[in-house]
């Protein structure tokens, strides 16, 4: 059987942070439910996304600007490192695909 890890991100570049050889960008999403008395609420989930790829994460940390449209795809990655002692536990999320849609 075919197995799949793959993620679609569609919201707006919150922040940049380029790195040596990568970029960190946290990006606001939007969901929205109803409540028991029909009332419909909205919360803001802020997810970030790992660009790991040189020549990708140079371009993202030159066009993605805060407040720009983004539509990302990529795959989850499950890591862990020992801090103090202690082993941590990472899940994060790798970008294959970046797109940025500039604010006019």
């Not at 942070?17 to 929205?32: E, G, M, Y």
């Not at 993202?60 to 805060?66: Q, S, Y």
Request: no cysteine; glycine share 6%; charged share 25%.
């Amino acid at each position: 059987m075919k197995s799949v890890n793959r993620f679609t991100i569609h919201g707006n570049v919150g922040s940049v942070a380029p790195f040596d050889k990568s970029t960190r960008v946290n990006i606001a999403t939007n969901r929205n439910w109803r409540d028991e008395q029909g009332h419909v609420k909205e919360a803001t989930d802020w997810v970030q996304v790992t660009v790991l790829e040189e020549k990708q994460a140079a371009w993202v940390a030159e066009n993605a600007k805060p407040g720009d449209v983004v539509l990302v795809e990529g795959r989850i990655s499950n890591n862990s490192f020992k801090r103090n002692g202690e082993t941590v536990y990472t899940t994060d999320l790798i970008a294959s695909t970046f797109n940025v849609f500039p604010k006019p």
